[in-house]
């Protein structure tokens, strides 16, 4: 009897969790894309080897690339909360690996910017991969911006721990913490970890958070369509290209006339 009893209740959990794991398989199926929140310039999918505009609310499936021109801009957002922006003139392939949920981007050029969520206390792992690199990630915020045919990769991070480990044979791997960056070259051992908060590189990413909030405001608000601009950079009526045009003032009204008998 007593043996009945364990047996019993060594099982009855066993199956709470298969039916838990049954019930999320299907959600996970059918909830495998990255939703498109802003969509600014030149940004397309690459579908049968051709080049399809997105535009926002449109998803991106597995294996499919995603390519910005040089005023390109994306923000996508995954399942589980997490999001990433692709910046312009990049390359970069949305789970390559489909059955491995933990591969989440594959840049092949250009720069993005990862918002992992995770619970507290939860860990959430996920992998960018580069041609010459692999960023291993829990809950953070980092960027990966490939910047030559080469691969050559810089990574920095803003929150939480990243381990970027090196392709090339005996490339090695190295732990960043906040504030900290690697640069990883092809065919080369990992280089030393340098420190980003120089005053070059704080004016860098002054430049790049400018430039992604001015697009950001030129997609969400200011001047939409419909409305009407006070000035216009067309060619106005004189004919000078470039130059804000203005209303012309209104004529003087004339004196009026006098009154009879005056």
């Known amino acids: 009897m ?36 802003v969509i600014n310039g030149d940004v397309s999918v690459m579908r049968d080897g051709n080049p399809w505009a997105l535009f926002e609310g449109n998803t991106v499936r597995p294996k499919q690339m995603v390519k910005t021109g ?55 792992f996920n992998n960018v991969s ?54 990883v070259f092809k065919n080369q051992p990992l280089a030393h970890r340098m420190d980003k908060s120089g005053i070059a590189r704080v004016i860098e990413r002054a430049i790049q958070d400018a430039a992604r909030v001015a697009l950001q405001r030129q997609v969400g608000g200011g001047g939409g369509v419909g409305s009407t601009p006070t000035t216009s950079t067309g060619t106005g009526p004189s004919g000078d290209k470039g130059k804000p045009t203005t209303p012309a003032p209104a004529p003087p009204s004339s004196p009026s006339p006098p009154p009879p008998g005056g």
């Open 2 to 37: 007593l043996w009945r009893m364990t047996l019993s209740g060594m099982v009855r959990p066993l199956l709470v969790a298969a039916a838990v794991v049954v019930s999320l398989a299907p959600l996970q199926a059918q909830d495998t894309g990255a939703k498109a929140l």
């Open 130 to 183: 580069s041609p010459t690199a692999v960023i291993s990630v829990r809950g953070t915020v980092f960027e990966v911006n490939v910047e030559d045919a080469d691969g050559t990769t810089f990574v920095s991070v803003d929150e939480g721990l990243v381990e970027v480990t090196s392709k090339s044979p005996g490339g090695g791997g190295v732990l960043l913490q906040p504030t900290e960056s690697i640069r």
């Open 70 to 124: 040089p005023d390109g801009y994306a923000r996508f957002q995954v399942s589980d909360g997490s999001t990433f922006e692709v910046f312009p003139n990049s390359q970069v392939m949305f789970r390559a690996n489909p059955p491995s949920w933990k591969d989440l981007l594959d840049v092949v050029i250009g720069r993005v910017k990862v918002y992992i969520q995770h619970l507290p206390g939860i860990p959430n």
